[in-house]
Structure formats: C-alpha cells, structure tokens
C-alpha cells in the first residue's frame, strides 16, 4: 500500500472509519482546526496532510487498539524539536556503525531525535513515529533502541493506520525491507 496522495484521501478515511467501528475502537474527540493550527503554531510546524485529516475527520488518538497498544493524543506525542528536519534519507542501525560512541551519539541527537513525533510506544525500546520534517515528511518510520527504519513500502500515516487495523499486532511492515549494512546512515 503506496503512500496515499489527497485524491485518495476520502476513499481512505471512508474505509478506516468503517474500519474502526467494526473492531469498536474507541477514538478520541477529533480536532478542529483551529486546534491543529494551534499545536502546529506553538511548534513551529506543520502536520503531514493525512495525519491532519485523520485528526480531523477520525479522531485525536484512542485509548486502547491491540495488544494494550494505544495511539497517542496530538497534545501527548512525544515529540523532539518538530521545527528542525528529520535528516536521515534512509535506515540506520548505530548498534552496528563502527564509529566512536560520541560521533555515533551525536549524529542520534541531530540526525534522528528531531523533526518526528511518536505515534505509539509498541514496549520493549520501539516505537512508530510520524516525520514532520525532511525528505522523508509524512512517512512512520520504526524507532528502536538500536536504530530507525521507514515502514517498507513506504507509509503515510493513513496507510500505516489502516494497515494496523486490517492486520492488528501481526502487521509486517517490513516485509519487504533488505538490510545491507554497507547501505545505511
């Protein structure tokens, strides 16, 4: 499922909506945008348009979706400098880069920790977030405690909901990803 443009956008907040309601998914208030405005002002940033509509038209997080998963509230996503870039062009495993620890360190803080927000927190050191930010703007990408990847295909954040929900904990958004660690950072 390719990253969807705003002609798809109704067809897909139509299915997801029927979608949610089937599973009784408890969705949040949705956001006026005024309200959106307001967040995207106050961090200097604008939203990726999917995850605008979705917050308008489906809701603002839900407290509980599979597995104790919940997706965050706008106003609770952890979120890391939105108004600076994203600047990874593609995946990065520090746990296998060769560098000295603080270069490594370093590049985390200003490559990594910035310009996203944090979607859900799945446990165990990972996490899906949204880029705000950067070439990669719109897409979740995986975050881990030993690295970062995008979803492969890559995934606006109505694609990756939606594929969450047809396939709840058991959603492999990597399937087709090929780790070559000479082609990462």
Not at 11 to 23: D, F
Not at 54 to 75: S, T
Not at 95 to 116: H, L, M, S, T
Not at 139 to 157: H, I, K, L, M, Y
């Amino acid at each position: 499922m390719p990253v969807y443009g705003p002609k798809d956008y109704e067809n897909v907040i139509t299915r997801v909506q029927r979608k949610i309601s089937e599973l009784n998914i408890k969705m949040g208030k949705c956001l006026t945008e005024e309200e959106v405005m307001l967040f995207e002002d106050r961090h200097n940033a604008k939203l990726p348009p999917a995850y605008r509509i979705f917050l308008q038209r489906v809701g603002n997080g839900c407290k509980h979706m599979f597995d104790g998963q919940r997706l965050n509230a706008l106003e609770n996503c952890p979120h890391q400098e939105l108004s600076e870039p994203f600047l990874l062009e593609k995946f990065w495993i520090w746990e296998d880069d060769d560098r000295d620890a603080d270069a490594i360190e370093a590049d985390i803080q200003n490559k990594v920790y910035r310009g996203n927000i944090e979607l859900i927190n799945v446990g165990c050191g990972m996490s899906y977030n949204l880029i705000v930010t950067g070439a990669h703007r719109g897409e979740v990408w995986n975050f881990a405690d030993v690295g970062v990847q995008p979803c492969c295909e890559p995934q606006d954040f109505l694609g990756w909901f939606e594929l969450w929900l047809d396939n709840q904990d058991a959603t492999d958004y990597f399937k087709d990803f090929v780790y070559d660690e000479t082609d990462y950072g």
